[in-house]
């Protein structure tokens, strides 16, 4: 099972408001990631979560604030979010293997955020 | 991470075998060699992944070259399914930084299969 879950699908929030986004999954893996992909552009790293410790911050502004409350869950607290944040948020997860590559990521279906 | 260069579009028709090429002339020893695709609207999905021996699995084959600075996906028998833009990813083994390794997906392949 790979499954990576996240709700909501869609997301419609005003300037003002505060929502959050949540990630799960239970394949025991310990990175959690967050992307964001605008349209018709290549998905781009925000976030890395590893033993639920922020390991990777791409200069991502304040008013995304992530949080990994423990090693299933991932959210992404929004907060004063203006309209060119519009887009497809996508989380993943990897697991460190034992030989081979390590943490090969794998992705849940994304929530789909419209600023108005 | 070393940089990937993939054609923009590709058409394969169905049934067919599609391969899908990718560039990495600047690929390291310890750097491998991962595919996504993603499909209208949805995560992007893996596929396979390689260092240096071709690999194979139920979706597709990788064939990297001897001197690592290409490879080759082969899906053996397209299928409408199969449309999708399709990332060619180098990305270094974090090894004791596992948590911070980066896929950082270039432009991709728009796989158009014609039915």
């Known amino acids: 099972d790979t499954e990576v879950t996240q709700t909501p699908k869609h997301l419609v929030m005003g300037m003002t408001n505060k929502k959050s986004l949540k990630c799960e999954q239970h394949m025991g893996h310990r990175a959690m990631y967050w992307y964001k992909q605008k349209a018709k552009k290549p998905p781009e790293l925000m976030f890395v979560y590893s033993y639920e410790k922020l390991s990777i911050n791409e200069s991502v502004p304040s008013r995304f604030s992530p949080e990994c409350p423990n090693s299933s869950l991932l959210n992404l607290h929004l907060h004063a979010l203006q309209p060119e944040d519009s887009a497809l948020y996508l989380c993943?997860?990897?697991?460190?293997?034992?030989?081979?590559?390590?943490?090969?990521?794998?992705f849940g279906p994304g929530t789909r955020l419209l600023v108005l | 991470d070393a940089k990937t260069t993939q054609p923009t579009s590709m058409d394969c028709a169905e049934g067919r075998a599609a391969n899908l090429p990718c560039n990495h002339s600047?690929?390291?020893?310890?750097?491998?060699v991962y595919w996504y695709r993603q499909i209208h609207s949805q995560g992007p999905q893996y596929i396979i992944h390689?260092?240096?021996n071709n690999e194979t699995n139920e979706m597709a084959s990788l064939i990297i070259t001897e001197d690592r600075k290409s490879s080759t996906l082969i899906l053996p028998h397209a299928t409408l399914r199969d449309t999708a833009v399709y990332y060619c990813i180098v990305r270094v083994d974090g090894g004791a930084n596992f948590g911070n390794e980066k896929l950082t997906f270039g432009t991709g392949t728009r796989l158009t299969i014609i039915p």
């Open positions: 390689g260092l240096k």
């Open positions: 993943a997860s990897s697991q460190e293997e034992s030989g081979g590559a390590r943490g090969t990521q794998y």
């Open positions: 600047t690929i390291s020893g310890n750097e491998y």
